[in-house]
């Protein structure tokens, strides 16, 4: 079985500032990764996914997260923030060659200040 | 694609109504999942299916829950009778290979 821990419950920045949201996980095998984000009142839409290969991945809106196996993380970054990042954010691990099944973070709530 | 459909939207009921909540996966998409979140459980996996077929019901929390998938694009979770604990947004999300679409969500308020 899996297991998500997401360090954070809340964090906040200000505008155009870097910020890391952390993320580790375990499991006995390989995993895939995920980020999702969550606006207000609206479903989750993923922002990356580590499957294989390079452990550096980009996704969207400027959004990077880099796998770490030895440290069992998968933490997000952003160099730069705009008010319009504030949402929750949610890590998921599921184990390959098994069930489909996704486990969630508690989630991180980013509040980009002005 | 029009993604995952879920409706209704928002509903609001009295404690030992039935309710029935519905979703509409991608098209083309073998499997369909049913969560539900809460700001104390955060978000949980409910039951999962593959090719019509529930692979996964462990995180159904008790008999008052069941969920049908009568063919490939659609889906029910229903909850007879409603608690007011069973208060919740409820997710469907469907895949094909490992990524999972979340639709928008069904707002369950049981008073």
């Known amino acids: 079985a899996q297991s998500v821990t997401q360090l954070d419950s809340q964090v906040p920045v200000f505008e155009e500032a870097p910020v890391e949201l952390r993320c580790n996980y375990s499991?006995?095998?390989?995993?895939?990764l995920f980020w999702y984000v969550q606006y207000p009142n609206q479903g989750l839409q993923l922002l990356l996914k580590?499957?294989?290969?390079?452990?550096l991945v980009k996704g969207i809106n400027g959004f990077e997260a880099e796998f770490n196996k030895s440290q069992t993380s998968f933490h997000l970054r952003k160099p730069s923030v705009h008010i319009s990042d504030t949402a929750e954010y949610f890590c998921?691990?599921?184990?390959?060659?098994?069930?489909?099944?996704?486990?969630f973070g508690k989630g991180t709530k980013l509040t980009v200040n002005p | 694609d029009a993604g995952v459909i879920q409706s209704p939207r928002h509903e609001v009921t009295e404690m030992g109504q039935e309710v029935t909540l519905r979703c509409k996966p991608i098209?083309?998409?073998?499997?369909l999942f049913w969560y539900r979140q809460t700001m104390m459980r955060g978000l949980e996996l409910l039951i999962y299916?593959?090719?019509?077929?529930?692979?996964?019901d462990s995180g159904m929390p008790e008999d008052r829950f069941s969920a049908k998938m009568p063919n490939a694009s659609f889906s029910t979770l229903k909850i007879q009778p409603s608690e007011p604990r069973d208060s919740a947004v409820y997710f469907c999300?469907?895949?094909?290979?490992?990524?999972?679409?979340f639709g928008p969500g069904t707002r369950l308020t049981v008073l």
């Open positions: 999300a469907s895949s094909l290979l490992v990524e999972q679409f």
């Open positions: 499991s006995s095998v390989s995993v895939y």
């Open positions: 580590y499957l294989s290969g390079s452990t």
């Open positions: 998921a691990v599921s184990g390959q060659g098994g069930s489909e099944k996704l486990v």
């Open positions: 098209s083309g998409h073998n499997s």
């Open positions: 299916f593959n090719n019509n077929v529930p692979i996964d």
